[in-house]
């Protein structure tokens, strides 16, 4: 195969990991039957916070956090407004915090009642008295007036903030077994990382907590009738009671993430996106294993690793994440505010790469399975979103809402974040050199998302990429591209040293088109959990029914459609990533269930931004090649099509992107033919360069787009002319994600 390069964009993770989503759904299915039937009051307390001072890093999405979280809790999982309790910036004191614990859950829980704790902010670490782990440190929630000691770093001192030993005697406190506490916060590393705030301050040995925090643990003790040896017993055997989530490893980092117009952290929001996304309640073991996933695959696309962690102290084997049932159906949205015929919704189910499609026009339907009830997005501002309800009857706060018709806005740019170690005339240079780049936005850091940041070589940076075998390492001096952290660099973008930041800016500019092509794509296509096409396909080690991953629209393809066994996968991963070595042979399998015909087209993208198109690849017949009849199943190289699929540089994450279109695909297989024929190709993959790739993706968009308006028959549903639509009904973009990685050596 010509190999050109493949793109880092992800869909949702359940569209992207090399699992069986079957066995999820299975797995949902076992452990809805385990749900109890009946639960008791539902007490949440959620703190967050944004506003530090006193020397500590301010945060920008924490205080969603808890918008994110109480809305899932209300709207998903049936608590009352009333018994949610927030704390957000000045009211998270250290009192504040352990006021409102005592109080709202410990005082109010009663046996089998259900308590959830969330918290959104800095981590730290002290010294803990009784070195319950090697390194002799406890971690700590950061309040917001805990602050440094006086001189510090060269001197220690005390601190106020909240030892995990007491938010250990508080859960032991609570009367009920069923408790959650999730901590999106962490204690490694330093206040940024690229387009990132960290949610640490820095700590260590020479920190010890005030001496009102060991006495209020004392007080704790005395109530509780436990000595400190019997504490100290209980804690080293692990969490006080129920369930404790953390959002990092404890040697990883937590990070405060841009999502298109708002931060959040980014473990909280494709958590709580993640279980919009859900039919049913499963164990809370199964859902971390695919938040886990989702959150790999956020982190690899911008360079860092944040894999969550699950701690336990329950009775029942599996339990329900929150030990409650919630709300059935897949929802994208929900109404939460109606007045006459004007809706305000919150779009906490919208996959994060897909939230530039949502920005208005977009048209969402009832998650009741009929398909009554239409409400059209008017705007956006973050996730909350103004509507208004078409050809239906008035609808209820808390109904939950699908995803239908996505409205494509026509001018999408691709953000580029400027490098923050540049001086002011390094930084006005490129600021001036983007503004002649067409529909490339050049931005501060941390200000908004951004898909690439634009940097030198700094020697720090390529020690750190030096000592993690990061391979083909540009020259010191050189710019190019970096991921989002600033941890990882894009392949084949940087120059030679020397070269100035205006030459370096003109030489990217066909890259950039490549590069936004890929966010077109991702964002208008990728909707692997919104889509009804029912069709699946997996990719496999060539001329071998080995799965190396397989996906499908899980609210198109019925399970009873499908195998009665879960995939097993042939090759190693890496939470849930597979990883190919270069050489590695591969083919397509796809089966079209539905009752008519399927127009198919697989697109590959690498992690230096380039695009191979590998279906179709006749390129001497009609549309009619692209077609997969109802009830076909095909792969995709066959041995008589005379060419094969084989893993290529450069080394990284690799999406492969099968579309499958119940209209043919007519216009994009008319640039694509001209393509083949310029270069002299009439059968196999073909590689559109930077300056026809832009061409490629509009070609594709227009053929979705007519197909979407085609079949728009409901009155008052209209898309303007600039927003090209995609229709659930006529599209399934599947997305499957590897990692191209060295062979393997024997030596």
Excluded at 101 to 107: M, S, V
Excluded at 227 to 242: N, P, Q, T, Y
Excluded at 347 to 363: M, N, R, T
Aim: proline share 5%; glycine share 8%; with cysteine.
């Amino acid at each position: 195969m010509k190999r050109r390069n493949f793109i880092q964009f992800a869909s949702s993770a359940l569209a992207t990991v090399g699992i069986s989503q079957l066995d999820i759904m299975q797995q949902g299915d076992k452990y809805a039957k385990t749900l109890a039937q009946n639960t008791g009051r539902k007490l949440a307390l959620l703190v967050g916070i944004n506003q530090y001072n006193n020397g500590l890093s301010p945060l920008e999405g924490c205080v969603n956090d808890v918008r994110l979280q109480k809305q899932l809790l209300t709207y998903r999982f049936g608590f009352n407004p009333k018994d949610i309790l927030t704390l957000t910036d000045t009211q998270a004191t250290r009192q504040g915090i352990l006021t409102a614990f005592e109080e709202h859950l410990i005082k109010q829980a009663k046996p089998g009642d259900v308590v959830v704790f969330h918290f959104s902010g800095h981590g730290s670490q002290v010294a803990d008295p009784d070195k319950d782990t090697p390194d002799g440190l406890n971690g700590t929630l950061v309040p917001i007036d805990a602050g440094f000691p006086a001189g510090y770093p060269s001197q220690g001192g005390k601190v106020q903030d909240i030892m995990g030993h007491t938010l250990f005697l508080l859960m032991y406190a609570l009367k009920t077994d069923n408790v959650t506490v999730v901590l999106d916060s962490c204690h490694s590393g330093g206040a940024k990382r690229g387009n990132f705030a960290v949610r640490s301050r820095s700590g260590g040995k020479q920190l010890q907590v005030s001496p009102n925090e060991l006495e209020y643990q004392r007080q704790w003790l005395k109530r509780l009738n436990l000595s400190h040896e019997d504490f100290i017993r209980l804690r080293r055997k692990g969490v006080a009671k129920g369930v404790v989530i953390a959002s990092a490893k404890r040697e990883q980092l937590a990070l405060d993430a841009s999502f298109d117009d708002f931060s959040a952290g980014a473990f909280t929001y494709l958590f709580t996106q993640y279980l919009w996304q859900q039919p049913k309640n499963q164990s809370v073991k199964r859902i971390l294993v695919d938040v886990s996933r989702s959150t790999n695959i956020y982190s690899d696309r911008k360079g860092y690793s944040q894999i969550p962690e699950l701690e336990l102290n329950v009775k029942q084997p599996n339990p329900s994440l929150y030990f409650t049932p919630f709300k059935t159906n897949y929802a994208e949205a929900v109404i939460t505010e109606v007045n006459g015929n004007k809706v305000e919704l919150w779009l906490g189910g919208v996959d994060s790469q897909s939230l530039g499609a949502f920005e208005k026009d977009a048209i969402f339907t009832v998650a009741d399975g009929k398909g009554k009830g239409l409400v059209k997005l008017e705007s956006r501002q973050g996730l909350v979103g103004k509507g208004t309800l078409i050809d239906t009857p008035q609808l209820q706060t808390g109904t939950l809402l699908q995803e239908k018709i996505r409205g494509i806005p026509a001018n999408i740019k691709l953000n580029i974040g400027l490098d923050d170690t540049f001086d002011s005339n390094t930084f006005a240079q490129a600021k001036q050199a983007f503004q002649k780049v067409n529909r490339v936005l050049a931005l501060p850091l941390r200000q908004q998302e951004v898909q690439y940041i634009f940097g030198v070589m700094t020697q720090a940076r390529y020690r750190e990429l030096q000592k993690r075998s990061i391979p083909n390492l540009p020259s010191v001096g050189s710019f190019g591209l970096f991921l989002a952290t600033l941890d990882e660099i894009v392949p084949k973008s940087f120059g030679n040293t020397g070269e100035t930041v205006t030459q370096a800016i003109k030489r990217l500019t066909p890259k950039f088109k490549s590069l936004l092509a890929a966010r077109i794509v991702k964002q208008m296509l990728g909707n692997t959990n919104t889509s009804k096409i029912k069709v699946t396909a997996s990719m496999n080690i060539a001329d071998t029914q080995k799965v190396i991953s397989e996906t499908f629209p899980v609210r198109g393809v019925s399970k009873d459609k499908n195998q009665s066994t879960p995939v097993k996968l042939s090759v190693t991963t890496e939470n849930g990533i597979p990883k190919l070595p270069i050489g590695t042979q591969v083919a397509f399998e796809l089966k079209n269930q539905e009752s008519t015909p399927l127009y198919i087209s697989i697109l590959v993208i690498d992690a230096a931004g380039e695009m191979a198109v590998i279906f179709p690849n006749d390129w001497s017949v009609s549309e009619g090649a692209a077609l997969l009849a109802a009830g076909e199943k095909r792969i995709i190289p066959t041995q008589n099509d005379g060419f094969k699929l084989s893993v290529g540089e450069p080394f990284g994450m690799t999406e492969a992107l099968i579309i499958a279109s119940t209209d043919p695909l007519r216009n994009s297989l008319k640039v694509l033919k001209g393509i083949a024929k310029r270069g002299g190709t009439t059968r196999g993959p073909v590689a559109p360069d930077e300056d026809e790739v832009l061409d490629v993706t509009d070609k594709l968009l227009t053929d979705l787009d007519t197909a979407t308006r085609g079949g728009l028959n409901v009155e008052g549903v209209n898309l303007p002319a600039g927003v090209r639509g995609v229709d659930t009904n006529k599209l399934a973009a599947m997305a499957i994600t590897f990692d191209v990685v060295r062979p393997i050596s024997f030596s």
